[in-house]
């Protein structure tokens, strides 16, 4: 029998727990005894920010990749910044994003920039969803989306939404319409990009919000495959356990974070957990396992 892929979601806020310290080898070592995973989704992924509290302006990619031997490691920078003094021995710029990890193996990744529609008045920032195709447990590929959408400003959560939908709808399109051969090693070289897909991260928006809804709905082409919440799939109409709120006072008790699967992928996902016990960030993780 084989083993179920276990993939964690975590926003860890630059690495900053509920105490106000920054520590990667904390979050690396929470998220390991939460579960065993293959697949490791971490949101707000700092480099090079020491503006940011508690930092030192830190390569928290570098580190977490160094503190994950045997996982490729990949990045999708939202925020791309210049720093003060290029020459201070810490790197040129500041980046800011998000990151995938996989010790299965990963055929190719694409990083998305998401609508970034001006908000007046709203402390906002560019996001991004970073994507890859790995190969599952039953050897077919999968496509895994990490993505932390706006919380300033709803209008730009809506249009994110929106471009979510209109990639996972263009992927499906590849899976259908057969590319002409390119020669291997090129860069036209064909490989996969299934319609069966993961989407995790932080979406800024509750169970209950527009957004979900919309982001859940129907498609109206037959080989597009509608976005399910995992965890509906495995609990039912339980209430999502929060993942926001229970250590970290700032933030009123709720639920940000989520797994969503497509409806050809539900039936084989057989768990998901939150971890409510880890105070290394101000959210808490999910694991998600698929058979």
């Keep these: 029998m084989r083993s179920p892929l276990v993939l964690t979601s975590w926003n860890v806020q630059w690495c900053r727990g509920a105490d106000g310290a920054v520590d990667v080898a904390r979050v690396l070592r929470d998220a390991r005894a939460f579960a065993d995973f293959d697949v490791l989704c971490l949101q707000e992924v700092a480099v090079g920010f020491d503006g940011l509290p508690g930092s030192a302006g830190e390569d928290q990619f570098g580190e977490l990749a160094a503190g994950l031997p045997g996982f490729e490691a990949h990045l999708a920078i939202g925020t791309d910044l210049p720093r003060a003094d ?20 990963v055929r190719q990744v694409w990083r998305h920039a998401l ?3 001006p908000d007046a008045g709203t402390s906002t920032m560019q996001r991004v969803a970073l994507e890859a195709v790995i190969d599952a447990p039953d050897g077919a590929p999968l496509r895994v989306i990490t993505t932390h959408l706006e919380y300033g400003s709803r209008a730009q959560r809506v249009a994110q939404v929106e471009r979510l939908r209109a990639l996972h709808a263009e992927a499906c399109a590849h899976a259908v319409v057969p590319r002409a051969d390119g020669d ?30 919309a982001l859940l709905a129907p498609f109206d082409a037959a080989h597009v495959p509608a976005w399910c919440d995992a965890w509906t799939v495995v609990h039912g109409p339980a209430p999502h356990a929060p993942t926001v709120g229970l250590h970290d006072r700032r933030w009123p008790l709720g639920t940000w974070d989520f797994v969503f699967v497509t409806a050809d992928l539900a039936d084989r996902v057989v768990g998901i957990d939150v971890d409510a016990t880890t105070t290394a960030s101000d959210h808490q993780p999910l694991s998600v396992r698929v058979e």
Excluded at 87 to 101: E, K, S
Excluded at 190 to 212: H, I, M, S, W, Y
């Design 184 to 213: 291997a090693g090129e860069p036209f070289e064909v490989t996969p990009r299934p319609a069966r897909a993961l989407l995790c991260g932080d979406f800024n928006f509750a169970p209950d919000a527009p957004e979900r809804a």
């Design 115 to 117: 609508p970034w529609p």
């Design 86 to 105: 290029p020459h201070d021995g810490r790197g040129p710029r500041r980046r800011f994003g998000n990151a995938l990890f996989s010790r299965r193996p």
